[in-house]
Each structure stands twice: as structure tokens, then as C-alpha cells.
T-cell receptor, first 113, second 113 residues
């Protein structure tokens, strides 16, 4: 069975600081992994996805994530936070493109001026 | 290309009433998914429709139901509304070549008074 754990329901960083949002997964088969972002009162938007190509995945808005099979992790990073990055971020796993995508509980990112 | 569209944006109902939410997927997408996002509970999978058939449902009572039409649009019906049904209902679609990536609409905010 697949599962996703996001460490920290809330993360606060200063503007210009490194953003690190943690995600660990479990999957019985090599998974597809995703990060989505949700701005207030909006739907989810895909940030980036890992589909067994390069382990370092670059996404939109300067975000990237690294797939580490040995650690079963897919942490999301951004070198320098911007106020507009304040949102909720969801990590998700999908087993080989199967029908059921499993979402983590989400991490709300706060960016301080 | 138009994205996933949902209607209505907001809906206010009273306990015991019925609510109907609608979703139009991206052109060419055949699968539609419904999620409930209640405050503090993350994304809960509700229903999956593909090619007009219900393929899977999450752990929700039968009063949550829906259907998918020949044009792949979908509606979600919630009968005998309860206060705890108040949530953002998100619709997502995916193409036939399923990679697990979901394309979300902006959501319908249901408030039950």
C-alpha cells in the first residue's frame, strides 16, 4: 500500500531564506511522485513531478525536488523564499500511474517579511 | 486550452437538503475525480469516474453519489446534507494515458447551515 508523510504541518521562513518541505513515501512499486501547491480558496496546481527520469526534478516558480530512493524521500526546496510562495503544499504518490493518487496531509508555508 | 471548470463556486444549503456540484474536465480527459477538502482534514478521495463508469469510491456514505456524462463532464450529489459536509469540493481530471498527474479545478465551496 502507498502512503505519504509530510513532516511539519506548518513551516515558517523569512523572505530570501531557503525553503525545505519534507516528504517521505512508501510504495510497493516504483512510484510517480508529485508536489502540488494550493493558494487560498483555489484548486491545486502541479509544481513538479518525478516519473523515473532524472532524480532531481525542476518545477515552476524556482522549486525543485530530489528523489532519493534509499531514503524514500522527495523533499521540496527553493533557494530563496518569496512572499508569493506562501501557500499550502501537498506531496502525492501514484503507483505507476494508477488511478489512485495518495496525498499527504499538506504543509502550510508562511513567509515572513 | 480551457482547464477544469467547476460550478457553482459557492453554495449554501441547510441541513437535510441536497447539493449538486458540477465539473467539466479538460478536453480529451476521460477520468474525473472528486475530492473533499474539509478544514483541517486534508484531501479526502471521494469518487473516480472513467468512461462513464464509477471505478472507485472513497470511505464516504452512500449519500455521496455522482455520475459521469457521455461528454465526460460529471456531477457530484450530496443528499441529506449534514453540517460536517461543509468543505471545498475539488474536481480533477486526467487523460487516458494516465501518469497519475491530476489537473484540478478551482473547487466548489459548500456551506451547510
Amino acid at each position: 500500500a502507498q502512503s505519504v508523510t509530510q513532516l511539519g504541518s506548518h513551516v515558517s521562513v523569512s523572505e530570501g531564506a531557503l525553503v525545505l518541505l519534507r516528504c517521505n513515501y512508501s510504495s510497493s512499486v516504483p512510484p510517480y511522485l508529485f508536489w502540488y501547491v494550493q493558494y487560498p480558496n483555489q484548486g491545486l496546481q502541479l509544481l513538479l513531478k518525478y516519473t523515473s527520469a532524472a532524480t532531481l526534478v525542476k518545477g515552476i516558480n524556482g522549486f525543485e525536488a530530489e528523489f532519493k530512493k534509499s531514503e524514500t524521500s522527495f523533499h521540496l526546496t527553493k533557494p530563496s523564499a518569496h512572499m508569493s510562495d506562501a501557500a499550502e503544499y501537498f506531496c502525492a504518490v501514484s503507483p505507476n500511474g494508477g488511478f489512485k493518487t495518495i496525498f499527504g496531509a499538506g504543509t502550510r508555508l508562511f513567509v515572513k517579511a | 486550452e480551457a482547464g477544469v471548470t467547476q460550478s457553482p463556486t459557492h453554495l449554501i444549503k441547510t441541513r437535510g437538503q441536497q447539493a449538486t456540484l458540477r465539473c467539466s474536465p479538460i478536453s480529451g480527459h476521460t477520468s474525473v475525480y472528486w475530492y473533499q477538502q474539509a478544514l483541517g482534514l486534508g484531501l479526502q478521495f471521494l469518487l473516480w469516474y472513467d468512461e462513464g463508469e464509477e471505478r472507485n469510491r472513497g470511505n464516504f456514505p452512500p449519500r455521496f453519489s455522482g455520475r459521469q456524462f457521455p461528454n465526460y463532464s460529471s456531477e457530484l450529489n450530496v443528499n441529506a446534507l449534514e453540517l460536517e459536509d461543509s468543505a471545498l469540493y475539488l474536481c480533477a481530471s486526467s487523460p487516458p494515458q494516465d501518469t497519475g498527474e491530476l489537473f484540478f479545478g478551482e473547487g466548489s465551496r459548500l456551506t451547510v447551515l
